[in-house]
């Protein structure tokens, strides 16, 4: 029954812990030029980028890429 499973870089990795190194990797600013949505240029904070990437799956698939191409 149990499979063994691909070696996902994201397991386990919290979706806050991936915006809250980003931004302090990169800052709001150069964050919301890296990847261009509004939850990171108009009064950025963490609570509502996160509301706002768990909602748009396109969104979160580019702020993981990014994640991924930072670590």
Same mark, same amino acid.
């Given at each position: 029954? +149990?499979?063994?499973?691909?070696?996902?870089? @994201?397991? =386990?990795?919290?979706? *806050? +812990?991936?915006?809250?190194? @980003?931004? *302090?990797?990169? =800052? !709001?600013?150069?964050?919301?030029?890296? $990847?261009? $949505?509004?939850?990171?240029?108009?009064?950025?904070? $963490?609570?509502?980028?996160?509301?706002?990437?768990?909602? #748009?799956? !396109?969104?979160?698939?580019?702020?993981?890429?990014?994640?991924?191409? #930072? $670590?």
């Amino acid at each position: 029954m +149990d499979q063994p499973k691909p070696n996902d870089p @994201l397991h =386990g990795v919290k979706l *806050a +812990d991936i915006v809250q190194l @980003l931004v *302090a990797e990169y =800052g !709001w600013e150069e964050l919301s030029q890296q $990847i261009n $949505i509004n939850c990171f240029k108009s009064n950025p904070s $963490i609570k509502s980028s996160l509301k706002f990437l768990r909602r #748009t799956p !396109w969104a979160r698939t580019k702020v993981e890429q990014l994640y991924l191409r #930072t $670590i």
